[in-house]
């Protein structure tokens, strides 16, 4: 069917999730630290809530080899590698 979009995978979901509601709290937490910056719109709705109150704050509270390893066990584009660089040869001059 022309103009319809596939659905995206849930760790795709997940991702684009995460990613705009970490930058949204970081948009708060710099709203509070800077008076009279503007701050982003109230959340609408439980799930919004979820995300900008539970997962956010936790998230950021992970120490580091944690949050690294969450992020390597899931699926997506973070875990494609790139090939190995070619063999040094002699100058060719």
């Given amino acids: 069917m022309a103009g319809s979009r596939a659905r995206p995978s849930f760790s795709r979901w997940l991702r684009e999730n995460s990613q705009h509601y970490l930058l949204v709290g970081a948009h708060e937490q ?39 390893r969450i992020l390597r066990a899931m699926p997506g584009s973070h875990r494609q590698t790139w090939a190995p660089p070619p063999e040094r040869r002699e100058p060719a001059v």
Avoid: D, Q, S
Wanted: proline share 15%.
């Fill in 30 to 68: 710099i709203a509070r630290r800077y008076p009279g910056t503007r701050r982003p719109r109230r959340p609408h709705g439980a799930l919004e809530l979820a995300w900008l109150r539970v997962f956010a704050p936790v998230y950021r509270a992970l120490p580091w080899p944690l949050r690294h």
